[in-house]
């Protein structure tokens, strides 16, 4: 009986955390104007961008209207459904159902049921981040094993990406370890918990931005598809940015562009 129970717990959670990822990710047609705006700077027809942690495929849905071709990485099992389901029929979609790392292996993923967007394969992030207030009520219940790719071996079958998104809660600088070329631009997700692990995975992306002439940033909080300045930025003055942001405990994205390609306003 009480093994019933927890399979019927279970199952409700899985549902409804991706009901909810399906609400947050697809539902909401203000943000995907944004998002629209904002991405438009970085892909247009043709272009491939590259979605590492694609989740329910809200940035794919934008990036298609855009013209650009999709690689979704994506290794949680529900997710994976959602994906197939929203892209099957799209020629221009490739759904990787794999995770991406320094090295080609395996590797565990946490799963978070009820909350799958923080489902991750660094035990270091999750434990940096249950510390947290808004992470009191998150339990990662699930583990499985997955398979890992390198974006170097991403690149060698599909091609460079003019933007890649990586969203993998912690594993960013595993994700980057795998990188031996800069990219045109790219974004990440900083945490304020996690400050200290996002100024490390700065100074990788700065490190990878040198052989072509460094990055400029910019930084979008809490899924609001706006920069939070006006003009791109250079290292410290991101940093300093992303200090008046941590007291307030909420996320946000991280974008790095090459700084060959311009400086202009946004």
Known sequence: MRSDRWHVQRTLGRVW???????????????????LRLYREFLGP????????????????????????????EPQPDCLRVLRFLFRRDR???????????????????????????SSMSPDWIES?????????????????????????????????????????????DVLAGLSQPLRALSFEYL???????????????????????????YSPVETMRYASDHWLDLPELVRLLEQYRPLGRSGDVYARLASAGDATV
């Open 17 to 35: 955390g991706m009901t909810r990822s399906m609400v947050i990710y697809h539902g909401q047609p203000s943000k995907h104007r944004r998002a």
């Open 46 to 73: 043709g272009d491939i961008g590259f979605d590492i942690g694609a989740h329910v495929g809200g940035r794919v849905r934008i990036w298609r209207r855009l013209g650009a071709r999709v690689v979704a990485v």
């Open 92 to 118: 221009d979609v490739v759904i990787v159902p794999e995770a991406v790392g320094a090295r080609t292996g395996r590797a565990n993923l946490a799963v978070s049921t009820a909350t799958p967007t923080v």
């Open 129 to 173: 981040v249950t510390a947290d207030r808004s992470f009191a009520r998150v339990q990662w219940d699930s583990s499985v094993e997955v398979q890992v790719a390198t974006l170097d071996d991403l690149i060698a079958i599909h091609g460079t990406p003019a933007f890649c998104k990586i969203d993998v809660e912690g594993f960013e600088a």
């Open 192 to 218: 304020p918990p996690a400050h200290d692990a996002a100024l490390a995975v700065l100074d990788m992306v700065q490190r990878l931005g040198a052989q072509a002439g460094g990055y400029r940033y910019n």
